[in-house]
């Protein structure tokens, strides 16, 4: 492969990484600010806060941070 296309693909990937990393944080803030609410006073609000923070951290963690980036690493590594 070409220089350009290896250095396109590692620009993917770290962005792809840098989302991963960005959700899983929003995501963590999220569920801490749903559960701080839930503890204050329960609420719709803070049900949705609590499933928008876990949905931002399957997606941070799991869709991207694992199946995009680590086994990505994982094959580059391997070959």
């Given at each position: 492969?070409n220089?350009?296309?290896?250095?396109?693909?590692?620009?993917?990937?770290?962005?792809?990484?840098?989302?991963?990393?960005?959700?899983t944080?929003?995501?963590?803030?999220?569920?801490?600010?749903?559960?701080?609410?839930?503890?204050?006073?329960?609420?719709?609000?803070?049900?949705?806060?609590?499933?928008?923070?876990?949905?931002?951290?399957?997606?941070?963690i799991?869709?991207?941070?694992?199946?995009?980036?680590?086994?990505?690493?994982?094959?580059?590594?391997?070959?």
């Open positions: 492969m220089g350009l296309g290896s250095l396109t693909e590692l620009l993917s990937l770290l962005l792809t990484a840098a989302a991963a990393g960005v959700l944080v929003v995501g963590a803030l999220t569920e801490n600010a749903g559960i701080a609410d839930l503890l204050a006073e329960p609420s719709v609000f803070a049900l949705w806060e609590l499933g928008m923070g876990l949905l931002l951290l399957y997606t941070g799991y869709m991207l941070g694992y199946r995009e980036v680590w086994l990505e690493i994982q094959a580059r590594l391997a070959s």
